[in-house]
């Protein structure tokens, strides 16, 4: 049975691809927003820059090298205003953050997909670096946030656990960007992007069975002994008309002209309303499926109809299901 | 007839024996034999297609469960077994069975008390059977005729003592089923596969 189910598609799932656009423009963005955070922490420099000053000559080792670009770009020699440091920390924090919502938007389906969320992801960044930049070294300060953010309550049902995955990582981006660890939320944002996306595109332990074989049985175990899942198939959607009362009946007979006259006398009796639909011939073996519309009397029932049909019908009737065919 | 059908050569070892768990006529025209275990999500999943087979044929069709735990993978499947083993020294196997497959998630020694408790079992009787070496071992000669018979995986069912290959899915099976009936002209009483 496991070798069978194993060939349908429907139990294999369908195969994802990251897509190489999606690969391509990630790697493009992290480039530019990695030289585009450089010069802009060298051109707004917390402190005041430890290199020789503008006008100095450039000097030959890297490390100097470096030191003389940020003396040369830094655009406040005694160290940014606290304003523009606080807008440098939180331009940062969200051009770190959008590949995580790019990665959301990459994974997720349409019906999953929630676009306030994606919103949230972008905006929670700031706010974070905001307050770290307002609270600072302060205790005192500290404690005042504490009991402001106690007294706000609110709550929101996320529409897939993993979703609080990409707030976490947001407050991360923040709470590295505020307190200058811009290195940080940048490692941050890489990592987090890759092992999101490499779980959705294997799609890692969404198969119990095989990720137990895989995990805690001996390696070369023999995998024919993890059962495949089994699809079954929706039955009353699948096999009730719109009303939701009539039935598509298919009964499995030996020959239709004896079959047809034992099968329609039950109906008559116990179903309101019934039509023959069609019969389908045998087609590799002997038996010939005559399929209806029913739909039972309450008083009968569909059970009670189907009973019925088996004992009337018999020895030409062997089978009435309510299920659609093959 | 059969080659049409995806049924292999018939290999079930040994047939059908009054020993069996069976449910439908003796007599049926179709003697539907599953290798199973109740921890197992795919057989929780065949529990429906056979279900509705069952409703489909009535009572051509008679239907056999065998126990395959399998232990490396589920922990709890043993256990399970042997408490529907228990409950069926009451005459309580089938609601047993039914209440295993429908609560699949939970297994513990807690829950199997519990769906004891819910079928009016005889508790003191049925713990004594759950822990004779016997039980155990009727579960485990279980397993071995399955290993003999060329099961590997679970479910794995026989149908008239030949392996279905088929997709353990409602239409397919109804339709090997029904096929099988057919073929099946008379049925005769105590018939074995």
Same mark, same amino acid.
């Given at each position: 049975m496991t070798a069978k189910s194993s060939s349908s598609p429907t139990a294999r799932g369908v195969v994802r691809e990251i897509g190489r656009y999606t690969v391509v423009r990630l790697v493009v963005y992290y480039l530019l927003a990695g030289g585009l955070l450089l010069l802009l922490s060298a051109m707004f420099p917390?402190?005041? %820059? +430890?290199?020789?000053?503008?006008?100095a000559p450039m000097p030959s080792t890297m490390g100097g090298m470096l030191d003389w670009f940020r003396g040369e770009v830094?655009?406040? %020699?005694?160290?940014?205003p606290r304003w523009i440091d606080a807008l440098f920390q939180m331009v940062g924090a969200v051009v770190l953050v959008i590949p995580l919502a790019f990665s959301y938007v990459r994974t997720r389906t349409r019906v999953k997909y929630d676009h306030s969320l994606v919103q949230t992801v972008i905006e929670l960044p700031v706010v974070v670096t905001a307050i770290l930049v307002v609270v600072r070294d302060s205790l005192a300060l500290a404690f005042s946030l504490a009991g402001i953010v106690a007294a706000v309550r609110f709550r929101n049902n996320l529409k897939? +656990?993993?979703?609080a995955v990409y707030i976490f990582g947001a407050i991360g981006i923040g709470f590295a960007s505020g307190i200058h660890a811009l290195s940080v939320a940048a490692v941050l944002s890489i990592v987090f992007v890759v092992v999101e996306l490499s779980l959705w595109k294997f799609n890692f332990s969404a198969d119990f069975e095989r990720t137990f074989a895989r995990l805690?049985?001996? +390696?070369?175990?023999?995998?024919?002994?993890?059962p495949e899942p089994v699809e079954t198939p929706p039955e009353k959607s699948a096999t009730s008309a719109p009303d939701g009362k009539t039935t598509r009946l298919r009964v499995y007979v030996d020959r239709a002209d004896a079959a047809r006259p034992l099968i329609e006398a039950v109906l008559a009796r116990d179903a309101k309303r019934w039509s023959f639909e069609a019969e389908e011939p045998p087609a590799n073996g002997n038996a010939t499926v005559l399929a209806y519309q029913v739909r039972p009397r309450k008083s009968v029932g569909l059970d009670g109809l189907r009973s019925n049909l088996l004992r009337e019908g018999a020895p030409h009737v062997v089978a009435a299901d309510d299920a659609p065919g093959l | 007839m059969t080659a049409a059908l995806p049924l292999a050569t018939p290999s079930l070892d /040994? /047939?059908?024996? /009054?020993?069996d768990h069976a449910a439908g006529p003796?007599?049926?025209?179709v003697t539907l034999v599953e290798y199973a275990d109740f921890e197992c999500p795919s057989c929780g999943a065949a529990h429906g297609v056979i279900q509705a087979a069952q409703r489909a044929l009535g009572d051509n069709l008679r239907l056999v469960f065998r126990h395959f735990p399998l232990r490396d993978s589920h922990p709890h499947a043993l256990d399970a077994a042997r408490a529907a083993e228990a409950a069926g020294e009451q005459g309580q196997f089938w609601p047993m069975h039914d209440r295993l497959f429908e609560r699949q998630h939970a297994l513990e020694a807690d829950d199997l008390a519990r769906y004891a408790r819910k079928l009016d079992l005889d508790l003191v009787r049925w713990n004594r059977v759950m822990a004779l070496s016997a039980t155990e071992d009727r579960v485990l000669a279980d397993l071995a005729s399955g290993r003999r018979s060329g099961?590997?995986?679970?479910p794995t069912l026989f149908i008239n003592g030949a392996r279905y290959d088929g997709l353990v899915e409602r239409g397919p099976l109804i339709d090997a089923l029904a096929r099988v009936a057919l073929a099946t002209r008379e049925p005769g009483p105590g018939r074995q596969s």
């Open positions: 917390e402190h005041r %820059p +430890s290199g020789p000053g503008p006008g830094a655009l406040f %020699p005694n160290g940014a897939e +656990s993993g979703d805690c049985l001996p +390696s070369g175990a023999d995998m024919a002994w993890v | /040994p /047939p059908v024996a /009054p020993r003796a007599g049926a025209r099961v590997r995986g679970t």
